[in-house]
Nanobody
């Protein structure tokens, strides 16, 4: 069973920055697509950013130019650098590790809370 653990959340003022980390306990971490989702109270979970095993990235329109996803396969870790944070970025951020070709094989972390004050 692969464990996925997020860290780095906290309270920050609008305009500030945070870096989230997602660590996974698998020796084949490098092949997994890693997705960052967030969920604000009362809202559906939404995809914020993703990175493939090959390093291709994509972002939600709402975070383009402010968030950067990257991975360090030597550390089995993916990072989400969040700059110019806005109150609407508030929510619980979840990391999802998805096997690239074994459909249905995916793992979720428990989430880390990000609160952006105005």
């Amino acid at each position: 069973q692969v464990q996925v653990v997020e860290s780095g959340g906290g309270l920050v003022q609008a305009g500030g920055s945070l870096r989230l980390s997602c660590a996974a306990s698998t020796s084949i971490f490098s092949i997994y697509r890693i997705n960052w989702y967030r969920q604000a109270p009362g809202n559906q979970r939404e995809l914020v950013a993703a990175i493939t095993g090959g390093g291709n990235t994509n972002y939600a329109d709402s975070v383009k130019g402010r968030f950067t996803i990257s991975r360090d396969n030597a550390k089995d870790t993916v990072y989400l650098q969040m700059n110019s944070l806005k109150p609407e970025d508030t929510g619980t951020y979840y990391c999802n590790a998805k096997h690239p070709w074994m459909g249905g094989v995916e793992y979720w972390g428990k989430g880390t809370l990000v609160t952006v004050s105005s």
